[in-house]
Structures are given as C-alpha cells and as structure tokens.
C-alpha cells in the first residue's frame, strides 16, 4: 500500500494538467478539418449548381426560340388557313356558277336535240323527197337513151354512134367521118340526117343541159388547113360550135346549149392505131342536169 507524498501529487497534478490541454488542442484541430471538408463540399455544391444552372439557362433559351418558331408557325398556319378559306368560298362560289350554267346548257341542248330531231325529220322527208324526184328524172332520162338507143340503132351497129348513160349523165359520141369530111368543119348533109333524128328526141328535153364538144386525134394540123386551123383546138372548136348552131336552129333552146373544145388532150382510146384515131375524132353531145 502506497503512502500518499506531497512531492507525488504535485507530479500527478501537473501530468494531468498537461493531458488535458493537448487534449484540447485536439479537438479544436479535428473541427477545423471537419470545417475545412464541409466547405470544400458546399464549394463543390455551389459549382454544380452553378453548371446545372447554366445548363438550364440553355434549355430555357432554346425551349423559348422553339416557343418563339412555333408562334411563328401558328401564324403562318392562321394566314395559311385563312387564304384557304377564302379559295375554298372561290371555289363553292365558282363550283355554284359552272353548275347553273351546266344546267343552262344541258337545258339548251336538251331544246336543241328537241329542234334538230324535227330538222332530222324534216330532212329525211326532204331526202325522201329528193330521192323520188331523182328516180323521176333517172327515169325521164332512162327514156330519153332508150329512145336514143332506139332511133340509132343503126349507127349504133355500124360503130358511127355510141350512146352511154352513167350517174345522170348521158353521152351521144358521133364519130367525125359520118358528120364531116376530111379536115372539114361543114356538117356533111349524111351528117345533117343524123343529127336531125337525135334533135327530134333531145328536144323533148327541157331539164337538162346540152353540152355539145368538139375531140380530134393527136395528128397536128398540117399543110393548107393549117393556116385556117393552126391547131386542133381550132378544128374541134369550130366543128363543136357547127353542131351547136344546127341544134339551135332546129329548135333546142339555145339557153341549155354550151360548146366546147378539147382537142386532141381527152380522148378515148390510143392515138397509136388508125382505129384508135377514128374513135378519138369525135363530136360528143352530153346531157347533164341544170345546176
């Protein structure tokens, strides 16, 4: 057992007076760094905030340019809609005239489909009309050329006289030698007789016309005549206006009587052969209805 000295106590005493001041010492140091690590870490809050912050002022900025484009975009959309709008009234309205007037019309056509099957009417009784009177005169002249036939059947055989009839048209070709001699324009009285009975049937004929033409061959005009008929259009024309005159002067009336000369440019068969010659110098006398 220990015996409590005065020497002792004052070592322990000033033991524990030196512990407890580093013991303060300490403590006040532990706070600083605890301090010293909490404003290190409000620091580091503060600049993330700050970032996030101007992170966000970015967005905002961008969401308001988005916001200011797409006010924009409405008001183009109302301008948009607005002019569409105005078409589209354009459009009922024109729509609404093309209809009355595609009614008017149809209307009108309808009258007139109504006018034109009267016309159509009216015309086929006219045609029907037309036609009738056509089978009169085709039979007027169909008797006029059996009556023809008839009277020159004799020439007819002889070859002198051909007698056609196509399409209303009728054709007497009397051959040059039975109305004329040789490079003469006189009609030969064989001739005269001949003419004579054809006037005797196309007198009766007051519908038609009398063309009366003047055909020769492609020999040229030669020697003495020549000075009188240089050419053939001379000689046809002179012989074709001989045959009018005698038709006149039998009575045929002069007003459905015409001369013409062709020449040797119309003939009817090759010039080539004595024969074809013969048919070509010719004196043709055509019927042909009034125009």
């Known amino acids: 057992m220990f015996h409590k000295t005065p020497g002792l106590a004052v070592v322990v005493v000033a033991f524990l007076i030196l512990g407890l001041g580093g013991l303060d010492g300490c403590v006040a140091q532990s706070d600083y760094l605890r301090k010293q690590a909490e404003a290190d870490a409000l620091n580091r809050d503060r600049a993330a905030l700050t970032a996030q912050n101007s992170d966000f002022k970015a967005q905002i900025e961008k969401l308001t340019a988005a916001t200011e484009g797409l006010i924009a975009d409405k008001d183009r959309l109302i301008v948009d809609t607005e002019r569409l709008e105005k078409e589209r009234t354009d459009l009922d309205a024109r729509l609404n005239r093309i209809t009355e007037e595609t009614s008017r019309t149809?209307?009108?056509l309808r009258n007139r489909n109504i006018e034109l099957e009267g016309d159509k009417q009216m015309l086929a009784e006219s045609i029907s009309l037309l036609k009738k009177t056509?089978?009169?005169?085709?039979r007027?002249?169909?008797k006029t050329y059996e009556d023809l036939l008839s009277e020159m059947k004799g020439e007819i055989a002889q070859g002198q006289i051909a007698i056609t009839e196509l399409q209303g048209k009728l054709t007497v070709d009397v051959v040059d030698k039975i109305l004329f001699?040789?490079?003469q324009t006189e009609i030969r009285p064989e001739g005269l007789d001949v003419?004579?009975?054809?006037?005797?049937i196309l007198i009766t004929v007051t519908d038609k016309v009398i063309r009366v033409e003047g055909h020769t061959d492609s020999i040229p005009i030669a020697g003495a005549l020549a000075k009188r008929y240089p050419t053939n259009w001379e000689l046809s024309a002179a012989r074709a206006l001989n045959v009018t005159r005698y038709l006149e002067k039998e009575g045929i009336d002069p007003?459905?009587?015409?001369?013409v000369a062709f020449g040797e440019h119309q003939p009817i068969a090759e010039n080539d052969t004595p024969e074809g010659r013969a048919k070509n110098r010719r004196i043709a006398i055509i019927l042909l209805p009034k125009e």
Not at 195 to 200: C, M, P, T
Not at 255 to 259: F, H, K, N, P
């Open 195 to 200: 003419l004579k009975r054809v006037v005797e």
């Open 255 to 259: 007003t459905l009587l015409s001369a």
């Open 140 to 142: 007027t002249v169909s």
């Open 134 to 138: 056509k089978e009169v005169e085709v």
């Open 181 to 183: 001699d040789s490079g």
């Open 106 to 108: 149809i209307e009108e």
